[in-house]
């Protein structure tokens, strides 16, 4: 069983996010950059995989330089080996170019029988890379999956549904499969691990190299902008009200010149 896992590093939901004054894309050197923690599921259920069926785990990220740290974190739970698309040309590549370039670099890896992902990341909330993945590599998608597993040749999905129930789902393989929170716990990276990581390959590809020409990537040629951007502004006092004998009626008065009746 040979699994492809797309990992993503984003913003740590505990510092400061921003957009740039220039272009309004992410500020990522504003905030600390973890591996996206919905992805560190998604290696999880890869290696489970993996040590119950045997086979191999493959990382593929796009993003700078800085997305290593989030690869060797993936490789140090116990991936195989890792794909890194960097290149400046990147940079602002909507949700479709983002698609269409990631299927690229999966679709240059070999042998793959399964793509895991999460379900969405943090920083851009989409929650449409990995079916728009399956759509452009011709695969089945199975989203959103709280319980995986593989048999014969298929994969079998459980879902959760909004009112509390549950949809199953199977494909044939090969298939691309997204995860949600509640599909397992990960594990920490052992320092045998963390140590192992970085001896283990990591393949860096340049646009030219994955065979993606620069006019289909990045903010010029992306499918989607961001025209304008404010800061979100401090939370205010509120507003007091005294009652008086008429606090029923003050409250009423509020709510309407809020609209909100």
Known sequence: MNIVVLVKQVPDTYSERKLTDADFTLDRDAADAVLDEIN?????????????????????SMGPDRTTDAIRKALSMGADKAVHLNDAALH??????????????????????????????TDGRTGAIPAMIAEVLGLPALTHARKVEIADGTVKIERE????????????????????????????????????AKKKPVTTLTLADAGIDASEVGLANATSSVVEAAPKPPRSGGQKVTDE?????????????????
């Open 40 to 60: 560190e599921r998604a290696v999880e259920e890869a290696l489970l995989i993996k040590e119950r069926d045997g086979g191999e785990v493959t990382v593929v």
């Open 245 to 261: 004998g008429d606090g029923g009626s003050k409250i009423v008065e509020y709510l309407v010149s809020q609209k909100l009746v």
């Open 92 to 121: 602002g590549s909507c949700a479709v170019q983002t698609a269409k370039a990631l299927a690229k670099v999966i679709g240059a890896v070999e042998g793959v029988d399964l793509i895991i992902t999460g379900n969405e990341a």
């Open 161 to 196: 549904t909004a009112d509390e129930g549950l949809t199953f789902a199977e494909a044939a393989l090969p298939a691309v499969v997204s995860v949600n929170e509640k599909i397992n716990e990960p594990r920490y990276p052992s320092f045998k691990g963390i140590m192992a």
